[in-house]
């Protein structure tokens, strides 16, 4: 452990930024799962994208994956697994090539 809790923060559409699991809502939960994991919360907010519409660079977690090679995340933190991903493939690559090899924790949601 690094000692740091890493959020990401995404809406895939403007229309969810004041609905749901808000950017700021998002924002919140991290802060209470930080606190409650005793870690300092870094955040990387990709705003408003959708994480299925090819040709959409998500420069946020391009940037995640490359601290995660440098070893620098250990801790993941999203509010929902779809954040990251939409279909379960990618899901399981992501898991396989970054999370499991490079033993970063990934947590999701609240709990």
Same mark, same amino acid.
């Given at each position: 452990m690094n000692g740091f809790l890493d959020a990401y923060y995404r809406v895939?559409? !403007?229309?969810?930024?004041?609905?749901?699991y808000s950017l700021e809502s998002q924002?919140? &939960?991290a802060r209470k799962?930080?606190?409650?994991?005793?870690l300092k919360l870094r955040e990387h907010n990709e705003f408003a994208?959708?994480?299925? &519409?090819?040709?959409?660079?998500r420069d946020r977690f391009d940037e995640i !994956?490359?601290?995660?090679?440098? +070893?620098? &995340?250990?801790? /993941?933190?999203v509010v929902e697994q779809?954040? /990251? $991903?939409?279909?379960?493939?990618d899901a $399981?690559? $992501?898991?396989e090539?970054?999370?499991? +090899?490079?033993?970063v924790n990934l947590y999701i949601g609240e709990g």
């Open positions: 895939s559409q !403007k229309s969810q930024k004041d609905e749901g924002q919140s &939960i799962v930080a606190k409650r994991l005793k994208k959708s994480s299925t &519409i090819k040709g959409v660079k !994956k490359n601290l995660i090679e440098k +070893e620098e &995340i250990k801790n /993941l933190w779809e954040r /990251l $991903f939409r279909k379960p493939s $399981f690559l $992501f898991q090539y970054y999370l499991d +090899e490079y033993g």
